[in-house]
């Protein structure tokens, strides 16, 4: 039987695999550039719509002009001079049902549509720089380029460089002789060339060299500045899987840039793709050949979450307890740093910067589970499974609740503060549409949140699942009018496969029979796509913290006697108060209600926004601003 302890390191194992690596510097002056471009770029609203003009020329006019806008903004903001990468040789393909980069060319005719949208787009370049100036000089001029040495990045460089050389050789000579007069300033021969074939007594030999080239973005055509374009897409790809609640206005347009990008058709007609894969920890490692770290024990402690609240009862841990965690989590990274900095081909800054990747994901995994492992243990811990109080019966009924009066709109959305996506409660569903006695409401729940902690533990392998389910070219996109305007309806093979293990381990699991169905929406008018499921499941940690905020702030707002004479006149004390708002959001939060409400997977989850939406309307809403409520979604910054 494997210890605990190996237990957590085959986690931390797994987890690397799906752990983007943390942006540099450089990078992260790329990503300024990304996010102005992307907040002056109106690409969906002249995409997503119903419009007589062709559409594959919209998406191309769309993309050329982010791409001559975001060439504008690096070149204004001292990052006009890019180091390229060219490959010569050759790689085994590799056909994931994402398109690599295509070698097809564009024709004169969209090239002087790409120039004229550059011209167009110089004014709206100098407009925006301002705001990306004070970001891009503090980057670190001096960041340390990362190896080309696998397999896989070869074989995309191979195809930025090359056509078809099998049936189009009169392309690739016109290629070579444009890239010809570029100056190569260094050469390097790639590791890993050896690619083992299905049969493991064969091998084939490949030797890959990468030609280094600096030259300017003002001086290329896009095509020629593909590597550069397909880097900043990755990086704001990368960005947004770290730090889940960055780019929330801006992160579905580049998604759905990237989505259009990668249709064989358009990607034809620009001549290069804007995909790159995304660069993850696991693979870093490997390219720098200290693999070995991920099964290093003191690996668990150097990337461990330090939190000042106990897990169980939410209280404040004593300070040096803390600071004697931080210590040891600091002292375990120098010794892993120190060691495996001076191994294979890494350096001490790449070590560190893998650990503090691995680190920053451990955080955010604890920091999303920690308000639903309370939320159950509030359920588990003031409510009996099978007898409930007379006051707090958690007894669902048709009748049992009347909605009170609402817009159609959303509570809240992850991409557009103007729900065009539509998620919450703006159907025709006002009111329960469950009929439980407390034993199954209870056991609904329960059901329910374990769910979430399973769903929010494994977030980043979501998010790499979404993101190549969205960017798949073996499943198109259809636009649809879902009920909450023009969605774009696509198959999730991979986010559902995911999530029907976990539905299975759920289940599995729990010691009672599964309460509701176990329907996934994935590709339908419910969910349309990875897009929307991604935005769905990012939002319980966030209209959970504040419950839980709320109820651990019950027993420091009553140290005023104003607000406990208050309490206890219109509740009858802490507990009670306490355990009318349990009884609230385990009873309402889960009754079916909302446009996609009912016992399914995701109407588990809309029930509890449509919740959130009626909160203003509770009776003790006044308690719960003085706690320092000021809503359930945070900001869009």
């Known amino acids: 039987m494997d210890t605990p302890m190996s237990t957590r390191q085959k986690k931390i194992r797994s987890l690397a695999s799906v752990v983007p690596l943390r942006l540099s510097p450089r990078e992260r002056s790329l990503l300024a550039v990304l996010e102005a471009t992307l907040n002056v770029s109106e690409y969906t609203d002249n995409i997503d719509i119903s419009s007589r003009r062709n559409k594959a020329k919209r998406i191309l006019d769309g993309i050329l002009e982010a791409c001559a806008i975001g060439t504008g903004l690096a070149i204004v903001a001292n990052q006009n001079e890019y180091v390229f990468h060219e490959a010569n040789g050759n790689a085994g393909k590799k056909n994931g049902g994402l398109l690599k980069l295509p070698s097809f060319r564009r024709s004169s005719k969209l090239k002087k549509s790409s120039t004229a949208?550059?011209?167009a787009s110089t004014s709206t370049s100098t407009s925006t720089a301002t705001a990306i100036s004070n970001t891009t000089h503090t980057a670190s001029s001096n960041s340390r380029e990362r190896p080309t040495s696998s397999a896989s990045?070869?074989?995309?460089?191979?195809?930025?460089?090359?056509?078809?050389?099998?049936?189009?050789?009169?392309?690739?000579?016109?290629?070579?002789?444009?890239?010809?007069?570029?100056?190569?300033?260094?050469?390097?021969?790639?590791?890993?060339?050896?690619?083992?074939?299905?049969?493991?007594?064969?091998?084939?030999?490949?030797?890959?060299?990468?030609?280094?080239?600096?030259?300017?973005?003002?001086?290329?055509?896009?095509?020629?500045?593909a590597e550069f374009f397909q880097e900043v897409f990755e990086i704001g790809r990368r960005n947004k899987v770290l730090n889940p609640s960055k780019m929330r206005s801006t992160y579905g347009k580049l998604m759905y840039m990237l989505q259009d990008s990668q249709s064989p058709s358009v990607a034809?007609?620009?001549?290069?793709?804007?995909?790159k894969e995304m660069l993850m920890v696991g693979p870093h490692l490997a390219e720098m050949q200290i693999e070995e770290l991920l099964s290093d024990a003191r690996l668990l402690d150097a990337t461990m979450h330090v939190s000042d609240l106990d897990e169980k009862s939410g209280k404040k841990i004593g300070r040096e307890e803390v600071q004697k965690l931080v210590r040891r989590k600091r002292d375990m990274q120098q010794e892993l740093i120190h060691e495996y900095g001076r191994k294979g081909l890494a350096t001490e800054e790449e070590v560190q910067r893998c650990i503090d990747s691995l680190a920053d994901a451990v955080s955010v995994i604890e920091s999303n589970v920690a308000p639903v492992r309370r939320m159950l243990?509030?359920?588990?811990?003031?409510?009996?499974?099978?007898?409930?109080?007379?006051?707090?019966?958690l007894k669902l009924s048709?009748?049992?609740f009347i909605s009170p009066s609402r817009s159609s709109g959303s509570a809240f959305s992850s991409y557009n503060s103007m729900n065009r996506f539509g998620f919450g409660s703006g159907g025709?569903?006002?009111?329960?549409?469950?009929?439980?006695?407390?034993?199954?409401?209870?056991?609904?729940?329960?059901?329910?949140?374990?769910?979430?902690?399973?769903?929010?533990?494994?977030m980043h392998r979501l998010w790499v699942c979404a993101d190549d389910d969205l960017l798949s070219t073996t499943h198109g996109y259809s636009l649809w009018n879902t009920g909450q305007g023009l969605n774009r309806v696509q198959t999730c093979p991979r986010v559902a496969k995911v999530m029907h293990t976990l539905l299975g381990e759920t289940r599995t699991e729990s010691s009672a029979a599964w309460v509701g169905l176990s329907v996934v929406h994935l590709g339908d008018r419910d969910v349309p796509n990875a897009l929307i499921f991604i935005d769905k499941y990012t939002q319980i940690p966030r209209f959970l913290q504040p419950i839980v905020s709320f109820i651990d702030s019950i027993p420091k707002l009553c140290e005023d006697q104003h607000v406990a004479d208050y309490i206890e006149d219109e509740f009858g004390g802490e507990r009670r108060l306490k355990m009318y708002v349990l009884k609230d959001y385990f009873k309402h939060g889960f009754d079916g209600s909302g446009d996609d409400g009912g016992s399914c997977i995701d109407g588990r989850l809309t029930s509890s926004w449509n919740w959130t939406s009626q909160v203003a309307k509770k009776r003790y809403y006044n308690i719960l601003m003085m706690s320092g409520f000021q809503g359930f979604d945070g900001d869009f910054k």
């Not at 078809?164 to 590791?191: F, G, L, R, W, Y």
């Not at 034809?268 to 995909?275: M, Q």
């Open 377 to 393: 243990s509030f359920l588990e811990d003031n409510f009996d499974p099978m007898k409930a109080e007379p006051e707090f019966s």
């Open 153 to 225: 990045e070869a074989e995309t460089d191979v195809s930025v460089s090359t056509a078809n050389t099998n049936s189009n050789n009169t392309v690739t000579d016109e290629i070579e002789k444009e890239q010809a007069p570029a100056t190569a300033t260094a050469t390097a021969t790639s590791a890993n060339t050896v690619l083992h074939n299905s049969n493991p007594t064969k091998k084939a030999t490949t030797t890959m060299t990468t030609t280094t080239t600096k030259a300017n973005l003002a001086t290329r055509s896009p095509e020629e500045n």
């Open 117 to 119: 949208v550059a011209t």
């Open 268 to 275: 034809k007609g620009l001549g290069f793709c804007l995909y």
């Open 428 to 458: 025709d569903s006002s009111g329960p549409t469950l009929s439980h006695n407390h034993p199954t409401q209870y056991t609904f729940v329960r059901q329910s949140l374990k769910l979430w902690c399973k769903v929010q533990e494994n």
């Open 398 to 400: 048709s009748s049992s």
